[in-house]
């Protein structure tokens, strides 16, 4: 369970495809289908919430 900083995003955890995210304000949030690459590279992006709305957001 990776926690991050972050000012929007506290956790990221990648299961068997099923992204989980959890925000600081709403909580848990899972998403289906996301590829194991870009889980890697969300917790190696210098901003969470950028690249959570470029790459994540309403994609999966």
Do not use: Q
């Not at 990776?2 to 998403?31: K, M, Q």
């Amino acid at each position: 369970m990776p926690y991050v900083r972050s000012s929007a995003i506290s956790r990221i955890e990648w299961t068997n495809g099923t992204l989980s995210i959890w925000f600081n304000e709403t909580g848990r949030y899972d998403y289906h289908g996301v590829p194991e690459r870009l889980f890697h590279e969300f917790l190696a992006a210098g901003s969470k919430g950028s690249f959570y709305n470029s790459y994540i957001r309403d994609r999966y």
